[in-house]
């Protein structure tokens, strides 16, 4: 399994970024993928989650309106576009694939392979 981030860049407020998440390894159409976001001394926090078929998405709530998850089954791609972007965005941005497809929710517990991260500084 190997999921790989990227997209990653220093922007300013109110700009925007799009993360890109190239999976391999497992069925991709079958898992719930996800974004989730570490800051420097900060705890891990989901951002959004997407389900099976990307018929049905979640985000937390400070992302609500401005951060779109997409995905295309066809290329194993997991996307993360970021509108208005805020320096509290500033994080390293993980992907995640959780097995269960049932149980997209916006927990890492049910996640358990994960990429590297891209990092995202906002000023």
């Known amino acids: 399994v190997q999921l790989v981030e990227s997209g990653g860049a220093s922007v300013h407020s109110g700009e925007s970024l799009e993360l890109s998440c190239q999976a391999s390894?497992?069925?991709?159409?079958?898992?719930?993928m996800g974004w989730f976001r570490q800051a420097p001394g900060q705890k891990r926090e989901a951002v959004a989650a997407?389900?099976?078929?990307?018929?049905?998405?979640i985000y937390t709530d400070p992302v609500q309106g401005r951060f779109t998850i997409t995905r295309d089954n066809s290329k194993g791609t997991l996307y993360l576009r970021m509108d208005s972007l805020k320096p509290e965005d500033t994080a390293m941005y993980y992907c995640?694939?959780?097995?269960?497809?049932?149980?997209?929710?916006?927990?890492?517990?049910?996640?358990?392979?994960w990429g590297q991260g891209t990092q995202v500084t906002v000023s």
């Open positions: 995640a694939a959780n097995p269960l497809g049932g149980r997209c929710f916006l927990n890492d517990r049910y996640f358990d392979h």
């Open positions: 390894g497992f069925t991709y159409a079958t898992y719930c």
């Open positions: 997407i389900s099976p078929g990307g018929g049905s998405s």
